[in-house]
C-alpha cells in the first residue's frame, strides 16, 4: 500500500442500523468523546477515563467467519474514533426502541433491583447483553461465577453485588430475541470492500502484514496502536498527541493462533482474551490468571502483542510467557527476527525493537508432560487490578523428581519483568520439595532489589515471592494451600419475581 497523506478517505462504521462517516476526525478522539458531544448518545457514561470502572461500556461489532455479528464489550473512553473503521458500534440506546419494551437484560435490573443511582447501570447493561449474546450463540447459558467474571470490569456497585448478578441470571435465562444483526452484518460486508484507511489526520489501518510493514518502515517514529489499553491512556492521563498512528487492528493475520511445528503460535494482535485463553486451554494453571489479568472490556481491546511490546515491570503477561519459554517474532520491512522474551527488556519501559520494526508474533513450545507450571498474582483487590507481584513458574523434573530445569519469572520486583536466576540454580539438581522451596526463596534477595511504592514495599515483595514458590511446592506434592476465601459466588437469597 502506498500509504501517503493524499491517498485518503474517511473513516467509516456502522452506528445506529447505518454506515456513519467521519472525514477526518483527531486520531486521538474517542468513542466516548464522539458518542456524547457529536452524537448525543449520551446513556454511555465517563467515569474514570481510564478504561476501570466500566462505565462506558458499550459493543464492537465483527463479522465473523461464519457471517455473523459477533460482539466484544470495550472500554469507549479510551478507544480512538478512527479504530473503528470497519466495525459496528452499538450503545445502551440501540437495545430497545423509544417507548418500546425494554431488553431483557434491562428488564431484570428492573425487577432485581440492580441499579440505584444508574450512573454506571449502562456499562452493567453492555456487559450482560455481552455476556447473554455469546452464551445465546453457543447455546449455552453461563453460570453465576461466569457472569460475576464478566463484570470484573464494571466496578461500581452501588446496588451490592448480589442483585447484579441475580439480574444477570434471570436475563440470561430469559426468553426473548437476540440482537438483530442483519442489518449490521449486511453493512458489515458493505466495508469489507474498502480500502485501508488513511486519514487526513494520519491514522493508518493497514490490512496485511506487507502493508504494515512497509507503512512502518517508511513512518519509523509513527506510534503503534493496537487495543489502545494503555496508549488510550497516554492521550486521556497524560494529555499526549501523535502526529501519526498506525493501527494494527485491521491485520487479520495478527489476530492468528495456531499450532505450528511444535509450538503455540499467538499472532500479536490476537486480543489478551483470546491469547489467554489458548493458554488455559493448554496449560489449565494458567487459568486463573487470565480471568484477573483485567476486566473482560480490556481483555477484549488489549493484545498480547501490545502488552508484551509495552513491556511494563508490572505487566501479567510477560512473567507467564518467559516461564514458558516465549520467543517474540519482530518484523522491520521484509526482515524477520526471532528474540527470546528474556533478552527483549533492556531497562524501564525499553526494549530491543528497532524503529520501524513491530512484534508479529508470540511463539511458544507446547507443553511437556515432565514441566508443571504454575502462575500467581498477588494485588489489592482480587478482580481486575494492577499487580504487586506476579509469578510465573515452569519446573521441569525427571523421573525421580529431581528438577532438571527450572524457569522462575517475576513481574513487580525489578525495572522489568526479568527470570530469578539465583532461585532457578537452587533448585537444580534437588527435589522440588520445602527444602529446595526456602533455598530458591531465599536466593531471591540476590536476584532482585525491588522498590517499595503504593502497592507494596520492597520487603513485603521479596517475601510474598519467595511464598509463591514455597506455594507451588505445596501444590507439587498434592498439597492444598490455604485458600483465604471462596470465590464461589451461589445466590444466598432468592431474586424478586417480575410484578
Known amino acids: 500500500m502506498n500509504a501517503t497523506r493524499e491517498a485518503t478517505r474517511p473513516v467509516r462504521f456502522v452506528h445506529r442500523g447505518a454506515i456513519v462517516e467521519h472525514a477526518a476526525p483527531e486520531p486521538t478522539r474517542t468513542v466516548l468523546q464522539w458518542l456524547r458531544e457529536e452524537a448525543r448518545c449520551t446513556g454511555t457514561k465517563e467515569g474514570c477515563n481510564e478504561g476501570d470502572c466500566g462505565a462506558c461500556t458499550v459493543l464492537v ?9 459477533a460482539f466484544r464489550p470495550v472500554n469507549s473512553c479510551i478507544q480512538f474514533l478512527p479504530a473503528l473503521d470497519g466495525k459496528a458500534l452499538l450503545t445502551v440506546e440501540d437495545l430497545s426502541p423509544p417507548g418500546g419494551p425494554l431488553h431483557p437484560v434491562q428488564q431484570a435490573l428492573v425487577d432485581c433491583h440492580g441499579s440505584q443511582c444508574g450512573f454506571c447501570t449502562p456499562g452493567f447493561v453492555m456487559s450482560l447483553v455481552a455476556t447473554r449474546e455469546r452464551h445465546a450463540a453457543a447455546g449455552s447459558c453461563p453460570t453465576r461465577q461466569q457472569i460475576a467474571d464478566d463484570l470484573s470490569g464494571n466496578l461500581c456497585r452501588c446496588t451490592g453485588y448480589r442483585p447484579i448478578l441475580d439480574a444477570g441470571e434471570r436475563a440470561c435465562a430469559a426468553p426473548g430475541a437476540r440482537i438483530d444483526t442483519t442489518a449490521i452484518a449486511a453493512a458489515l460486508r458493505t466495508l469489507q470492500a474498502d480500502a485501508p484507511l488513511a486519514t487526513a489526520s494520519g491514522f493508518f489501518a493497514p490490512k496485511t502484514v506487507e502493508q504494515l510493514a512497509a507503512l512502518l518502515e517508511a513512518r519509523p517514529t509513527a506510534t503503534i496502536l493496537a487495543g489502545s489499553t494503555d496508549v488510550g491512556l497516554w492521550v486521556t492521563k497524560q494529555f499526549r498527541r501523535f502526529s501519526e498512528i498506525v493501527h494494527v487492528g485491521a491485520v487479520a493475520e495478527l489476530q492468528r493462533i495456531e499450532e505450528r511445528d511444535g509450538q503455540l503460535v499467538i499472532g500479536a494482535g490476537a486480543t489478551l482474551e483470546a491469547a489467554w485463553a489458548a493458554l488455559a486451554a493448554r496449560w489449565p494453571a494458567l ?9 473482560r472490556p480490556t481483555r477484549e481491546a488489549g493484545t498480547m502483542g501490545g502488552n508484551l511490546a509495552n513491556g511494563s515491570p508490572i505487566g501479567d503477561s510477560a512473567p507467564v510467557l518467559m516461564a514458558l519459554g516465549a520467543t517474540l517474532v519482530l518484523q522491520k520491512g521484509a526482515r524477520v527476527r526471532r528474540v527470546a522474551l528474556d ?7 525499553k526494549n530491543r525493537r528497532e524503529p520501524g520494526e513491530f512484534v508479529r508474533a508470540v511463539e511458544l513450545p507446547l507443553p511437556d508432560a515432565a514441566t508443571n507450571v504454575w502462575a500467581y498474582k498477588i494485588s489489592k483487590r482480587f478482580d481486575c487490578d494492577i499487580s504487586a507481584v506476579c509469578a510465573g513458574l515452569a519446573i521441569t523434573r525427571d523421573a525421580a523428581g529431581t528438577v532438571t530445569a527450572a524457569r522462575l519469572a517475576f513481574g513487580g520486583m525489578a525495572a522489568t519483568v526479568a527470570r530469578a536466576p539465583g532461585a532457578e540454580a537452587a533448585l537444580i539438581g534437588r527435589p522440588f520439595d520445602a527444602t529446595a522451596a526456602d533455598a530458591a526463596a531465599a536466593a531471591l534477595a540476590s536476584d532482585f532489589t525491588p522498590m517499595s511504592d503504593l502497592r507494596a514495599s520492597a520487603a513485603y515483595r521479596l517475601q510474598v515471592a519467595g511464598n509463591l514458590i514455597r506455594r507451588a511446592a505445596l501444590q507439587a506434592a498434592g498439597a492444598v494451600p490455604v485458600t483465604v476465601w471462596d470465590r464461589t459466588l451461589s445466590a444466598t437469597v432468592d431474586a424478586p419475581e417480575a410484578a
Do not use: N
Open 287 to 295: 487459568h486463573e490468571l487470565w480471568l484477573r489479568f483485567a476486566g
Open 343 to 349: 533478552d527483549f527488556y533492556t531497562g524501564y519501559m
Open 61 to 69: 461489532g465483527e463479522l465473523a467467519a461464519d457471517g455473523t455479528v
